[in-house]
């Protein structure tokens, strides 16, 4: 009779191995209308900037949704969550399938049709092409070495601290910097820190920011402030006058550190408004596989402001492309050194 | 779930025959274990589907065994890569969770070729996942500290020990990503120390999982140890009704096959059992 309850203690033990499908379930399935609901469903829930894109997410669904249908191909699908995406006109909203990404189309038309940049103007004309090289940064001394000019492109190449350190004790007789950030769509925000933590920080701070903490679109956490690091020797920072060169083609990162530069009053904004990007995006899989992208952050600056739909300059200077292309004069670096050397003379 | 648990706990404490075993051995010994296995997850933080993947079980375990009491201090792991197809598609993904425990049964006298063992345990399993075409949400932990109800049957055949063990995860403190998901946001890079899970979500929630064991040993002449079990286990997190207590739900099982070895260190005198 014992060993009755010894049989019925490994049945049980099999059958609750076995009962593994009963406790996780299916997944949902992967029909169209199923992927588009989900994908709506999440951004409704997870998307941080519709208060300051004005969207009607709902009035979205409701026009939109009729179009779906089990069965659709996947490229009609494709095709309608990427135009539910882009009424958002977000440049961290993607939807990612294996045979197509999708983007903000008309950010990306100014990415190009307005950023002032010409790359064959910067080479041939400033950096030359025996420029120097450290942690993704050019570098080359302008105006008979008053002026340090760096060329930074993205946020993504890391630029450590005593690289970017050795890139300002290589030009010792500069009475300024411009950096220049036109066209940098952005990267990874500890490089936006390691650049001002040569510039004269103290701990102050730079910007706040909150994240979603609801399905609501209001439900975030609260406001948590980002500081500057405390830097306590001052013969390691750079005092002098930094202009910094912003453009459309500055997203994510770059508008980051944009807002961050109100904390520093050795620095200046030059150019034209960037494209924004300040929430930080997060990503996730859609029931048939595809991939999102949305921002989940916002952040606002030192003013109180956000700046999410672009940061604009303390100097309007819109890119010359005509200069450029005739004379090979890029307008914008040019006003940033005389900016300078001006002001060493005002001084 | 939970009416399942406790029916299988009922099931366990309604086995009667409490009467002594002549045994007076003190034994401690070390285990070790290891196997491969078959997964699967699903985390609805970051995606609706589910994985399966390929694992290894690597454990390692001292044990006090008394006349009537078991101590047993144990380090497990499980973790291997997991995929999922899709189309003409590929999900990767890594995952796995180390657990480190403590575990006291009391024998319950059966008088039969039976022998019972009921107890608890504590123990912390922290679950890792990265998928690195996630990005900014490439990486989700989650921990749970449990406190475990846990029943062993034992028979004896020859020099063949059989087992079948049960462990309920009864009550756990779990942490778990907050709503956003992303372990944590940008204010990491200014202060790291302050800012690493500030965004996670600590709750208590009972029932969390269930596990069992079932395997044979060869008690070898100098009381020494092989062995070979079959392992299922099941851990959720569970979601909460509000979504934002817990907002994502996280379902694991594992099944692997493990080779044991146990190994006396000391003992007062030889006893099989």
Redesign the interface.
Known sequence: M??I??I???F???A??S??KA??GD??P?TAPNTFD?LWQRFD??Y?LFEVKEVDWQAVYDSLRPRVYSGMTADSLFSVCATMLNTLNDGHVNLYA?FDVSRADSLYYRFYAEGGIDVNTLVLNYLGVNYHSTGGMAHKGLCEGKVLYIYYGSFSNTVSVPLFRRIIRSYPEAQGMVLDLRGNGGGT??N??NILSLMPSHGQR?YS?Q?????DHD?F?PW??????DVTDDTTVFTRPVVVLIDKGCFSATS?FAICTQAYDNMVLMGDTTSGGLG??????????W?Y?LP??RTRALDGKNYENGVPPDILLPFDRQAAQTLGRDNMIDSACNYIIKLKIKN | MRRLFLLTLFCLLMLPSLYAQPDSATHIFLHLQGGVGYGLYRDLGASPLTYQGLQLHPEVSLCLQKPDWRYEAYLSASGGAYGLKLGTGYIQAYGGHPVVGFRVWRKLETGSPIRLWLGGSVDDLFDIRYNSSLGNANMAFGNFARLNLEGCAEYRLCSWLFHAKLQLNALALVMRPGFSYMDNFDQEISNPSVNVFDQYHTYLTPATGVSTDLGATLVLGNGNRIGLSYRWGYLTSHSSVDGVTAPHLFQCADHALLVHLGFILKATSINYM
Do not use: F, W
Request: net charge neutral; with cysteine.
């Open positions: 014992k060993s309850h010894y019925l203690l490994i049980a033990t099999l609750m191995a009962c593994e406790l996780m997944d949902l992967a989900y829930q997870q941080s294996g925000l500890s936006v820190i730079l920011s994240i979603k903490s609801g399905p439900d956490t948590v402030d980002t500081y500057a690091s980051v930080l995006p997060s990503m996730g899989y859609l029931p048939n596989g991939r992208r989940v952050t």
